[in-house]
């Protein structure tokens, strides 16, 4: 594998259209002549880099970052760049068989009838670079419905626990999932806005006919590193292609992008409803909390109105524990007594006729 001089070289997965596999190691020179992306589009599948999920059509290849999906595809092979990752090898796995039954489908359908309608039985048989995009969106929605799915089997039991018991523990722990709910809901929206995005511009569509733009005189059977030897013939051909590009039925596309744009609009609802639970809930332990706090005013009003009137008491019995004589001292047991009991039933009379008042007012129940 030839390598430039202080180019860093990255291992890739190839799948040809006839479900051939291989690992090369190639550079970005490489790669940019191979599939004819420019060094700006590479940087969208640098995992160093945090681009949101994406999808870029460039003349001879489109460039495919959905969630753990990072490849190109081209109108004869895909390339994936991190197929060795947990998260990607059913993936892999999964379009090499998709592209075996493609390849053995198009080679039982009749010849006249691929130039013609490209029809077999009543399934149209979609392009190359239409299979593997189809695949790597299904991957990245159904990895997403799955994530949505298991976000709302935690949280459903995590908002009925704090409803049952208000802690800082069960607080927390909302915290964190109501976090991962705002995190996967962008990533969801993000996908969802991209594939709106094409949906809404045929011309765009268009240029993701891959296949459709090769001229018919160029052999679709190129090697790894041989693939700039006709780069100029594919550049002539591209000129008389571009300008019958806008022509393209993109309704077979426009197909395609519908049925996972609503799928994963259906996951963005779910996480929708999800997120305006975790706020009906908030809003209910903040109601629950605020008569929490009115209950505990409402006894620190009827504590300190007990507190005055006992300081008040406080101060009377001081009274006869000063060292002066009066004549209530000469009166004998009797009277003193009737008067620590009448004061006593006086603060008690005086407590309650404040409560009653704080009632008639509204500041306490």
Not at 151 to 170: G, H
Not at 320 to 347: E, Y
Request: charged fraction near 25%.
């Amino acid at each position: 594998m030839l390598r430039r001089k202080g180019s860093a070289a990255r291992t890739w997965l190839v799948l040809d259209g006839e479900g051939k596999r291989k690992v090369v190691e190639a550079s970005k020179q490489i790669i940019m002549r191979r599939t004819g992306v420019s060094t700006r589009d590479l940087r969208v599948l640098d995992p160093l880099l945090s681009y949101p999920s994406t999808i870029v059509g460039r003349d001879r290849a489109m460039l495919i970052n959905l969630e753990h999906i990072k490849a190109i595809i081209t109108a004869h092979e895909v390339l994936l760049l991190n197929s060795t990752d947990h998260s990607v090898v059913p993936f892999v796995q999964h379009l090499h068989q998709r592209i075996l039954t493609h390849h053995r489908a198009t080679q039982q359908q009749p010849q006249e009838d691929r130039d013609e309608t490209k029809q077999l039985d009543d399934m149209k048989i979609l392009p190359f670079e239409f299979l593997t995009l189809e695949a790597c969106l299904e991957a990245a929605c159904t990895a997403l419905e799955n994530e949505a799915e298991i976000l709302e089997q935690e949280t459903y039991p995590a908002l009925d626990k704090l409803t049952s018991k208000i802690s800082t523990l069960n607080l927390e722990g909302i915290r964190l999932v109501k976090s991962r709910l705002v995190a996967l809901a962008a990533r969801v929206r993000r996908i969802r806005d991209e594939l709106e995005h094409w949906l809404d511009n045929n011309e765009d569509m268009a240029e993701l006919y891959l296949t459709e733009k090769i001229p018919p005189e160029i052999s679709l059977e190129r090697g790894g590193d041989s693939a700039s030897d006709d780069e100029d013939d594919q550049n002539a051909g591209t000129d008389e292609s571009a300008e019958t590009k806008n022509t393209f039925d993109v309704e077979e596309l426009e197909m395609l992008l519908g049925a996972y744009f609503v799928q994963i609009g259906g996951t963005l609802n779910k996480l929708s409803r999800l997120r305006e639970y975790v706020d009906d809930t908030e809003d209910y332990i903040n109601i629950a909390l605020d008569e929490k706090q009115n209950r505990l005013l409402q006894i620190g009003v009827k504590f300190s109105t007990s507190k005055v009137l006992l300081s008040a008491f406080i101060c009377v019995t001081a009274i006869f524990s000063i060292n002066i004589h009066i004549d209530l001292f000469d009166t004998g047991m009797p009277q003193f007594l009737a008067t620590c009991f009448g004061g006593t039933a006086a603060c008690i009379f005086i407590y309650f006729v404040a409560i009653t008042w704080f009632k008639h007012q509204g500041l306490v129940d």
